[in-house]
């Protein structure tokens, strides 16, 4: 069993930056490990993904070149660093991790164990 914790999250205006934190308990983060949100009356829809061995990251359009998915191998977190933070990035962020093969890097049901949340609310 893997238990992840989320942190980071916060009100904060349009423009603004956020970090967010991921660690796992019980056991290491699996072969993907991925941010996922999900808005009130909305489907959760992948965010970023990161390869914790290889290092290669993923990033929804939405994200790219605003969001950054990061890994620190000593402290075993992975990071979302969102700048340029827009109304429509207000949402309940998730971490997850699986055994997720690379094609599979963006669907939500291929990861096996989800932290509880942690909300992002970015006002205009």
């Known amino acids: 069993q893997v238990q992840l914790m989320e942190s980071g999250g916060g009100l904060v205006q349009a423009g603004d930056s956020l970090r967010l934190s991921c660690l796992p308990s019980?056991?290491?983060?699996?072969?993907?490990v991925a941010w996922f949100r999900q808005a009130p009356g909305k489907e959760r829809e992948f965010v970023a993904a990161?390869?914790?061995?290889?290092?290669?990251?993923y990033y929804a359009d939405s994200a790219k070149g605003r969001f950054a998915i990061s890994k620190d191998n000593p402290k075993n977190t992975v990071y979302l660093q969102m700048n340029s933070l827009e109304v429509a990035d207000t949402a309940e962020y998730f971490c997850a991790t699986g055994n997720t093969i690379t094609s599979s890097t963006m669907n939500p049901t291929a990861y096996n164990y989800w932290g509880q949340g942690t909300q992002v609310t970015v006002s205009s």
């Open positions: 990161i390869r914790w061995r290889e290092g290669t990251t």
């Open positions: 019980g056991r290491a983060f699996l072969r993907a």
